[in-house]
């Protein structure tokens, strides 16, 4: 079985996907991976190409293992998040998120993963909602001037 490392970035940023993959790539312990790489795609819906193809290959038996680098360049969302958590497991795989330091082969983390992926979101919102008032308050500034 394969280690999928599984990339994403909104923006097409080919260093973006590079670096995301470097950082992933040091979890690896000589296993053989694949890359799953959306570049140009939002992670507010799995419609993916490459999530569909990564998602495939968990059902299929071929990847045993996922890694991304952070859990936002999976998912947006907590309930999300959690769906792909049970998904993964129901089919005897395993997630990993570099930065966060998550992963599901740490059997002692089940019930803790809601709370992590909730904090996670809680800041996700919490930036969206500084830039929002910054592009406010830049807006307010050059109505004024």
């Given at each position: 079985?394969?280690?999928?490392?599984?990339?994403?970035?909104?923006?097409?940023?080919?260093?973006?996907?590079?670096?995301?993959?470097?950082?992933?790539?040091?979890?690896?312990?000589?296993?053989?991976?694949?890359?799953?790489?959306?570049?140009?795609?939002?992670?507010?819906?799995?419609?993916?190409?490459?999530?569909?193809?990564?998602?495939?290959?968990?059902?299929?038996?071929?990847?045993?293992?996922?890694?991304?680098?952070?859990?936002?360049?999976?998912?947006?969302?907590?309930?999300?998040?959690?769906?792909?958590?049970?998904?993964?497991?129901?089919?005897?795989?395993?997630?990993?998120?570099?930065?966060?330091?998550?992963?599901?082969?740490?059997?002692?983390?089940?019930?803790?993963?809601?709370?992590?992926?909730?904090?996670?979101?809680?800041?996700?919102?919490?930036?969206?909602?500084?830039?929002r008032q910054g592009w406010a308050r830049?807006?307010?500034?050059?109505?004024?001037?």
């Amino acid at each position: 079985m394969k280690t999928a490392i599984y990339v994403r970035s909104a923006l097409e940023n080919e260093v973006n996907i590079k670096s995301q993959i470097e950082f992933c790539k040091n979890l690896l312990d000589n296993e053989e991976f694949v890359v799953y790489a959306d570049n140009g795609y939002s992670a507010h819906d799995q419609n993916r190409p490459a999530f569909k193809n990564m998602i495939k290959d968990i059902e299929d038996g071929i990847v045993s293992k996922v890694i991304v680098y952070k859990i936002d360049r999976l998912c947006k969302n907590l309930n999300s998040l959690c769906s792909f958590w049970e998904f993964v497991e129901a089919h005897n795989a395993t997630f990993t998120s570099v930065r966060e330091e998550v992963t599901t082969e740490n059997c002692g983390l089940r019930g803790v993963e809601r709370f992590i992926f909730a904090i996670n979101e809680m800041e996700k919102k919490c930036h969206s909602e500084k830039c929002r008032q910054g592009w406010a308050r830049r807006k307010q500034k050059k109505e004024a001037s």
